[in-house]
């Protein structure tokens, strides 16, 4: 018989725990394109049940973050744990939304198939969606005012309608930690009023919220924890305490006359 590895197998490393008193603990994570880095030795820990936001200034790497997150990008250098474990482990408690300008909306298909498809990983590969599930996903379309749009092919439905799908697919999925890419971007404000209110009712159902955000001027009234990057990480933690001047001249540099005037 061989002997033991010293460091462990790999099923005991992936459930081995790691910092799990955090929804999200990021350590020196450095991810580089073409050898120039885009975030530099981010460290990282957001506790459970927060509507945390990330923001900085256009190229940043907020979205490369929460992408490397997920696995979708390679890093350099670090690791990443969601409740104390690697994301291989822990893939199905956690829903993502993508920015909808990387969605191919003129696939045909409709706005239920949509939602329903959020619900695929847990099924496994040899279960198709039965009426539980199709119930499940005609629920999440409801929860974001869309269950009239059920049949409607998601390219005949306006930019907000396809969020709110998007949305829908990701509370289909009944994660512990969702992870959404700019929702409010390019939305009307009827579109967004539904939107926060459904990610604050996600966070006081204790679930955790992390939203890449783009507008300095709602960060107060939507978010209770708040991270700010700029290829390193200015500043993190409770948003009473991180939403400063000095954090925000930190963070957007040459840009702070312009967030000034916005503010």
Not at 91 to 97: A, D, F, H, L, M
Not at 168 to 173: D, S
Request: hydrophobic share 40%; charged share 20%; aromatic share 8%.
């Amino acid at each position: 018989m061989n002997p033991p590895s010293p460091h462990g197998s790999a099923s005991t490393q992936s459930t081995t725990l790691h910092e799990p008193q955090y929804a999200l603990h990021v350590e020196d994570l450095t991810v580089a394109y073409t050898e120039e880095p885009v975030l530099w030795d981010i460290d990282l820990d957001i506790p459970p049940g927060v509507m945390g936001a990330i923001v900085g200034p256009n190229g940043s790497g907020k979205s490369t973050l929460i992408k490397t997150c997920l696995g979708l990008v390679k890093p350099v250098a670090g690791h990443v744990r969601f409740f104390g474990l690697p994301h291989r482990a822990v893939r199905r408690r956690i829903g993502y939304v993508p920015q909808r300008s990387s969605v191919d909306w003129d696939f045909p298909t409709d706005a239920h198939d949509v939602v329903t498809m959020g619900m695929y990983g847990g099924l496994g590969w040899f279960r198709r969606p039965g009426p539980a599930e199709r119930e499940r996903a005609m629920a999440a379309l409801e929860q974001v005012g869309m269950q009239d749009y059920a049949t409607r092919q998601i390219s005949e439905l306006s930019g907000g309608q396809q969020q709110r799908v998007f949305i829908a697919r990701a509370l289909a999925q009944d994660a512990d930690l969702y992870f959404l890419d700019e929702p409010m971007a390019g939305v009307d404000a009827t579109t967004e009023r539904v939107i926060v209110d459904v990610l604050k009712g996600l966070r006081d159902a204790g679930k955790t919220v992390i939203v890449v955000h783009h507008d300095l001027q709602t960060v107060e009234s939507y978010f209770d924890w708040l991270v700010m990057l700029n290829v390193r990480v200015v500043a993190q933690g409770p948003v009473r305490d991180v939403y400063t001047s000095e954090n925000l001249r930190a963070a957007y540099g040459g840009q702070i006359a312009l967030i000034e005037t916005a503010g």
